[in-house]
């Protein structure tokens, strides 16, 4: 087929843009409504196996179902007669950038914090899939498309599966998947599932961080060999700059055996964010003045060839030294230990009030420092909290807020946020009809003292959309806060009980500064209210930092205390349309109204 001047189904082919033993994909254009799509054609061999044509199609009409920010949005699929043989297409969405394969080959191994980013999209993009039975089988850097801003696209759901279970080619011998990428059990044929993806995804993390896949050969059946019999080289042997942390969670993910391996996308987030977090300190922060450890005297024996005062006088300083050394630590004994700071200060008041429609700015300083933990025992004691804690196991994971060490400077740069980042990445709603491109997507993080909570967004949206003040708010690009205080979620018949509450905000002009915000609670239903608000616009959107007020929450903070918890983002992109266009949130299962559909906030002070 010629890459130029031809015609599939309502589509014209404008150029080839890639190739492989699966398809060929073209970029294309579609008249009807203005815009350039991507289309996959199947080989001409393919169309002649009646039983993969009818496992393609049901398959890609399947994958279509998914309606996620880091998945391709497939738009049509279909078959077009020739005189010579049928051809069977996929019609998707027309990405911008460049695969993940191709970042890889031209700039090598990447920086930890970028190469976090990048499985964190992957892994939200499985584990939505996998939540619907879907498993992609074929996750490798060449199907991971990166555009602006580092936003990650994950495509071809569907035609592996398609392929794997064809009896036709299994019988000639044809490799379905990439065997650097393929799991042990695939490799042996065996049985798959969702942890055979994240397995890939620990190969594609280990290829990010070091610029090669752990196994290779010169030939895929060498590949295969070492993949399932061999142990793979150790990533600090290829890479030495990347930390001991980092290098156990690569190997967790590629664990020969799947119940070894990390057994969902988020567990294997978390581990990331910790060993990056951990990697980022030791790499940037100075290390802390340490105090020789103590050491035993030992008898000296006398000079041979000259006798001087200046051993006795070194003798007589060790001594000092010692017994001083002593002294402090009789001291720390007797007084339990070193002293601990004072536990972060809670705010008294169990009704607090109404929020006012103007917010008093961030304090200069904290209501109390947080407690200091080490680096490194930070994740372990995550792990205990949260294995202690009740939360909302089935509806993402938790949201864990650390105290802030100061009040950020709310400007707009999100250069002053610490602890982990949260994406923003499930789908709520999109009508069926709508036929614009997914351009939304978000990620934020967040810290809490006394007053105030605190939250930092970065959006990527090609499209601020916001009509008018007041009760029109809803019409428009807007951030909503749903928390349930006692995380029992309970509902009332109108909506929310006395316990929960929603406040919300929208950006209404950029340029201006301008911005409107509101809180709903039973019984006073909706009411304005006045933030502390800063937004800057970026190449792929816009950022925004905010400080909002705990009354306005209807929250008493407590640390280590696990609350009903959703943030979701609405965007609208056509100017004059009242209703909200399409809606993602942290919470998979998230519904209006329903505190019983929000996910899990964990306030911790260290």
């Not at 970029?27 to 993969?52: C, E, M, T, W």
């Not at 949260?386 to 740069?413: C, Q, T």
Request: hydrophobic share 40%; proline share 9%; net charge negative.
């Amino acid at each position: 087929m010629k890459s130029s001047g031809r015609t599939i189904g309502n589509y014209q082919i404008v150029e080839e843009v890639g190739r492989g033993g699966m398809a060929v994909v073209y970029r294309a254009y579609q008249p009807s409504l203005n815009r350039h799509v991507a289309i996959k054609v199947l080989p001409p061999q393919l169309g002649f196996d009646q039983q993969f044509v009818e496992r393609f199609l049901r398959e890609a009409r399947a994958a279509a179902s998914l309606r996620h920010p880091n998945i391709v949005v497939i738009h049509d699929v279909g078959r077009e007669a020739a005189q010579e043989q049928d051809v069977y297409f996929i019609v998707m969405e027309y990405l911008e950038g460049r695969t993940l394969k191709q970042l890889v080959e031209e700039e090598g191994p990447l920086h930890p914090k970028r190469a976090a980013h990048i499985v964190e999209q992957v892994a939200a993009a499985l584990d939505y899939a996998h939540q619907r039975g879907f498993v992609h089988r074929d996750v490798k850097p060449a199907n991971i498309f990166v555009g602006p801003g580092d936003h990650v696209t994950l495509t071809d759901f569907g035609i592996a599966k398609a392929a794997s279970e064809t009896q036709q080619l299994t019988r000639t011998g044809t490799l379905m998947g990439t065997p650097e990428y393929m799991a042990p059990e695939q490799a042996t044929g065996g049985e798959v599932d969702h942890r055979t993806d994240l397995y890939a995804l620990g190969v594609v993390l280990y290829q990010m961080l070091t610029g090669h896949v752990p196994y290779q050969g010169h030939t895929p059946h060498a590949v295969l060999h070492n993949v399932i019999y061999e142990p793979p080289l150790a990533p600090r042997q290829v890479n030495p700059n990347l930390s001991a942390a980092l290098e156990g969670v690569i190997l967790k993910a590629i664990a020969k055996q799947p119940e070894q391996r990390f057994q969902r996308g988020a567990e294997l987030v978390r581990a990331l964010r910790r060993a990056t977090e951990g990697a980022a300190r030791d790499a940037f922060e100075p290390a802390a003045p340490r105090r020789p450890a103590p050491v035993a005297a030992r008898p000296m024996a006398p000079p041979r060839r000259r006798r001087s005062a200046l051993p006795w006088l070194l003798g007589a300083a060790a001594a000092l030294l010692i017994i001083g050394g002593a002294a402090v630590v009789a001291m720390l004994l007797i007084n339990g230990g070193p002293p601990v700071l004072p536990p972060a200060t809670q705010v008294a008041d169990e009704n607090p009030p109404e929020p006012t429609l103007t917010a008093a700015a961030p304090s200069s300083v904290p209501t109390s420092a947080p407690t200091a933990v080490p680096t490194a025992d930070v994740g372990q004691r995550e792990e205990e909290l949260l294995a202690r804690l009740d939360w909302r196991r089935d509806n993402g994971e938790p949201i864990v807020v650390r105290r802030a060490p100061a009040p950020p400077s709310l400007d707009g740069s999100l250069d002053e946020w610490a602890g982990p980042e949260y994406g923003v990445s499930h789908v709520v709603f999109r009508p069926e009809n709508w036929q614009d491109r997914d351009d939304h997507a978000a990620s934020f993080r967040a810290m809490w003292d006394g007053d105030y909570f605190y939250l930092g967004l970065t959006i990527q949206d090609d499209r601020l959309v916001q009509l008018g003040s007041g009760s029109t708010i809803y019409a428009g690009d807007d951030v909503e806060i749903q928390l349930d205080t006692d995380l029992d979620g309970d509902r009332m018949a109108d909506g929310l009980s006395e316990d929960d509450s929603q406040m919300g905000f929208a950006i209404m002009d950029l340029d201006a500064g301008s911005h409107e915000a509101y809180v709903w609670r039973p019984p006073s239903r909706e009411r304005p209210l006045t933030l502390d608000l800063a937004a800057r616009k970026t190449p792929a959107g816009y950022t925004v930092e905010t400080a909002i007020p705990w009354p306005a929450l209807n929250l008493n903070p407590q640390s280590e205390t696990a609350y009903g918890f959703c943030l979701s983002l609405a965007d609208t992109d056509t100017p004059g349309l009242v209703d909200q266009e399409s809606m993602i949130s942290t919470c998979p299962r998230r519904e209006w109204g329903d505190p019983t559909t929000w996910g899990t906030l964990v306030l911790v002070d260290w």
